[in-house]
């Protein structure tokens, strides 16, 4: 956090906010991404392509939220 009177405070507060929706926004994806392969994989399509790339991607948006 910056100390009051420091340049840029307002524009920092509303960074944080974005930020914080930009993560909930993720974390979203990455739920609804583990059910869709979790649905998949129950279906028998693990080994598919779509499921495969599906997978991918999971990993990309969990490794973001590190």
Sequence with gaps: NLRKGDQLVDFYE??????????????????????TIAAAESAGLG???AVKALR???ARKEKSLE
């Design 14 to 35: 509303h960074f944080k906010t974005a930020h914080a929706g930009v993560v909930t926004l993720e974390k979203d994806d990455v739920a609804q991404l583990e059910s």
């Design 56 to 58: 991918d991607v999971l």
């Design 47 to 49: 080994d598919h392509e």
